[in-house]
């Protein structure tokens, strides 16, 4: 008879075969069209955005350069929330920990049976991806943007310290979060 510890690696693929088995059930995140999507960092601030859209892709930006960890968290249409902490692989990009295993963002997606569009932004694209992501488009943007460049000839050279107000208020009434992000 075959001794399986004997033969570390088969072994160890044996193992890793029935982890991402048990992953693949333990992490049946199922992420309906609608879906929507923040990572925020320690500090609460705003760092990444995302949607599920209906060609079954998971749309995701976020800003370049985060270090340490954060908090993803998805909202799905019906109401409910589920979280997990991230923190940064190779090229600043985010990893999911789910049951203590780390997965890339892409496999988050493949798990739920989605393809996956990640990009790295600035702030003013997140913002934007922030308003498409709550339905405003078209002459709604382009008249919040015409007086943000207006308000832009104040003293104040720092637009950085409106992204920093994007910060949960804590009310029951989730929807409206994002409009404390308008300047």
Known sequence: MFDVTKAPRLRQLLVSVALLAVLSVAFALTLPRGTKIELRDTSGALIGVGKVEGDRELEFD???GQTGSAVMTFRLPDGSIASYDVFY???????VVVDGQPLSLREVARLAGLSLDF????RDD????RDDRDGRRGDDRDRRDRDRDRDDDDDDDDDDDDWDDCDDDDDDDDDDDWDDCDD
């Open 89 to 95: 692989g190779e090229g600043g990009t985010p990893l």
């Open 119 to 122: 990009d790295f932004e600035d």
């Open 126 to 129: 997140i913002r934007d991806d």
């Open 62 to 64: 976020m800003m370049r």
